[in-house]
């Protein structure tokens, strides 16, 4: 990776850039040099250098008559070290910000949400293996079909991992559990049954967790997904979903 790369990756200019590289390949420069080094003027370059100071990227030279900026060799390391750090602290507070955030939603506010293309349908099977509660649901295809197997046996793993349930029902079921590399291991958290089509013909999948009803479909390239946030709806589709459960084998 470019020099110019890595200091975009740290959210800072090309211009950041070039004052460091200027730096890099003479060290002790003072601002009238740099300013010449890279046609920077100087009331900018006095920025630039300001912001690579507080990164720690860059140290100022105290000199008897002018002072001068040399790069920081530990800079980076000590960047990537805070940087770490940042992130440990916003992976132990973003989870407790999320409950509060539940928290401040209207407790009888329905939503609709939308989901558009893969990525999309991504986002809405994580929502799904993201909860505590068994979920219940519909099935078209395997989810390899619509995310690639990868994502699905992590997604899949992440079940078991949490001891997450599901039941589905399906048209018709595969109980060799040769969809995932976890084999029938994954029946320890996942249950099918198969409904004849002449009773039901299944050709878009749905989900039912919470207060969740949610469905998304995939046919010829054409993808995307609803989440109905709405106590009642799930409710009754719930209910649905076990006159159905008793019908199937």
Do not use: C
């Not at 601002?31 to 630039?48: D, F, G, H, Q, V």
């Not at 992976?91 to 401040?104: R, T």
């Not at 999309?120 to 079909?145: P, T």
């Amino acid at each position: 990776m470019s020099l110019a790369k890595v200091i975009q990756q740290l959210r800072l200019s090309d211009k950041h850039a070039l004052v460091y590289e200027a730096l890099m390949k003479k060290p002790y420069a003072t601002p009238l040099e740099l300013s010449r080094a890279t046609k920077i003027n100087r009331s900018s370059l006095y920025r630039y250098l300001e912001d690579l100071r507080e990164l720690g990227l860059v140290e100022l030279v105290l000199g008897d008559k002018s002072s001068s900026y040399k790069v920081n060799p530990g800079g980076l390391n000590h960047y990537l070290l805070s940087e770490e750090s940042r992130v440990e602290k916003l992976k132990k507070s973003i989870p407790k910000l999320v409950e509060e955030l539940v928290a401040v939603k209207a407790e009888n506010r329905s939503e609709v949400k939308y989901f558009d293309g893969r990525e999309g349908l991504k986002q809405m099977l994580w929502n799904v293996v993201n909860q505590k509660d068994e979920f219940l649901g519909l099935g078209y295809q395997s989810w390899n079909a619509t995310v690639g197997k990868n994502y699905a046996d992590k997604l899949r793993q992440k079940m078991l991992d949490n001891k997450l349930r599901s039941r589905e029902i399906l048209n018709e079921v595969d109980d060799s559990f040769a969809f995932t590399d976890l084999g029938k291991g994954y029946s320890q958290v996942y249950e099918h049954r198969a409904i004849d089509p002449k009773i039901l013909l299944i050709n878009h999948d749905t989900y039912i967790y919470g207060d969740v009803f949610a469905y998304y479909y995939h046919y010829e390239g054409e993808y995307f997904g609803v989440e109905i946030h709405n106590k009642e709806i799930a409710r009754t589709e719930r209910q649905m979903f076990e006159v159905l459960w008793g019908m199937a084998k």
